[in-house]
């Protein structure tokens, strides 16, 4: 061969490769080539960092709606929304006093689109806040917390508790009226473990109230500082917080076997047909887990993949779906309502009536009665309470259906309209009579923080569901009659403090018959 | 009958605890304990030492025709400064509840935001307050009075001009 010919070939070979060079980036970064085999299809997964969060496959009772009602992607497509909106408003909003409100205004009425992504955002943050709690709510009443998803149980606390302090520390960043009021009534609530060390009389030794406010505040007014620590945890330390914990609640669900469902889920999906057999007959203590068969006591153990379909195209493409529909349900509420703006937040007059964002109003309910058990002593009931669950459920009767277990759905009805009753009982009560204060004007604060409406709802609540838990010779019943209780309250206590609470915390029918100010 | 004569050790023999894992738990060890104490001195940093709030002392000036028993709120202050026939007294207006700013009622203030009511002299009457409104020290210098938020005194002391 001569040179001339050589050069030629190298040259020649130089341009294929040049116009073949897009072709093989895309063949480096997605080795597994186009999902259209049940082998592609997997390594579309496995292969893929932010997919192999997932399983390769789904169990089809995963996929069935009323499984999840798709409450967990809702959730997932809400924070995205509420970053990618969050990261674009960072680019006009300044964290200084009266500079921040001003900041807001501009993106309100200067900034092009800006009203509309400050409004997505807004929407995105309630809808999340809703989607988590309905999450948790439908894990619950599935059974889906059981062993051996403790631990993500738990992590879905987490995620709850960082979800509202996301919310919470957005709140302020405004440095309106609404934002300067909430949060110093938040930040007060923080102090609040003082009622408890003052009636003792040790607040001079431990004052775990004070140095919670100045953590929170950096100063002991809400100032300059408060304001950069807020924005601080609201862009860096909680999103990172609730992107590692989103990861491990995600990969938790494949390492647990996938969604929970009951044990007779297959039968009911549909008999099995004659030409296929079961890759385990005698259920080995072995597990089938991406393609190596080990021993093991994870829940994939002595299971085949019968009735699995590959996650690509069918988990990913329900997802996606979730995630157009939660997208489309902020936007059509951006375009219905603007985010609220109130005026220049002035720490000499308090908004009036001054209210919390409207998952704290049930909270704000209980504090007007005692600060330190309705902000700080009952939610840390709640939290711990909700936590315990799946350690003290250890039954495995009615797992992954509705209201399974004993009692089933008539408990959760006889449960909620108990709860409802109770709520709403001992609240006409304060209304209308007033509280210990009121009677006795001199009497220890220790005794209204020991005796108040949000304690004697949570007795209430307890010796319910432990006669449920006698009732029915079952901690599944007792753990439906609390949680459904405690939701109860929760949503009678949010709407009284939503609607029917005006000026100077007064009981109002209808913000009609507020009076003029 | 239990065998009593010691068998002579051997450098080859299991110790108790093997010299790698000692070493390693040790290692382990020393690194918690220097993230323990880094994470201490970090967490250090977010309390602050010096708050940048404003001077709680501030000097009044009370207006010649203030009535007896209405209040004087200076300007930017949450405090109120009273005159009355024994003489002149300064109180809080941040609620002992959840420190919002209470205002002036006919039968005493009451609170914007979860409806505690006090007394004129300050003390509870009504609501989720757990203590009366603080009457603040208050000093007299010539003319002017000197208020220091921070310092609280029993509800019926008063100073003379």
Redesign the interface.
Known sequence: MSDQSRSDSALRKFFTDLTRAPRRIYEAAFRSGAPVTDRTRSGFVFNNVFLHLHPVRTHRWSLRWTTTLGLGMASTAAFLIALVTGVLLMFYYKPYPDVAYNSIKDIHFVVPTGRFIRNIHRWSANLMVLMVMLHMVRAFYTSAYRTPREFNWLVGMGLLVVTLGLSFTGYLLPWDQLAY?AI??G???AQ?PR?LT??LGVTSVVDVGG?QR??LL????V???ALI?FYLLHVMILPLLIGVLMAVHFWRIRKDGGLTRPADADERLEPRRPDVYPVFTEAPQKTYQLAAIVRGRSSAVGRGPENTVPSMPHLFYAELGVLMVTTLVCLALSLAADAPLKELAN????????KAPWYFLGL?EL?????FMGGVGLPAIAVIGLGLIPFLDREQLGSGAWFGGPGGRWLAFRSAAFGLGLTLAIEVFAIRF?WI??WY?HVP?LV??VINPGTILALGYAAYSLWLVKRYNSARSGAMGLFTCAMCGFVVLTVIGTYFRG????FFWSPADWPTH | MRQTTATPSSRLDPEPVARRDFLGIASLASMLSAMLLAGIGMLRL???AV???ASKKFSVQLPESLPLGSPYVPP?R?VAVFRDAKGVYAMSLVCT?????VKQAPDGF??????SRFAPDG??????A??SLPCLRITAAGDKFIVDEEVSVPADTRVQA
Do not use: F, M
Request: hydrophobic share 25%; with cysteine.
């Open positions: 009021w110093t009534i930040a007060n609530i609040s009622e003052d009636a140095l100045q953590l950096g100063s002991d007014t100032g300059e500082e620590r720490p000499g007059v308090p908004e009036n009536p001054a704000q504090v007007s009665y005692s600060a007033g204060r009121e004007p604060q209204i923080t000026p100077n915390w007064g | 977010p309390k602050a708050l940048p709030s930017g949450n509840h959840l420190g919002c700013i009451e609170c914007p935001c979860h409806g003390s509870v009457s009504k609501g989720p757990p203590k």
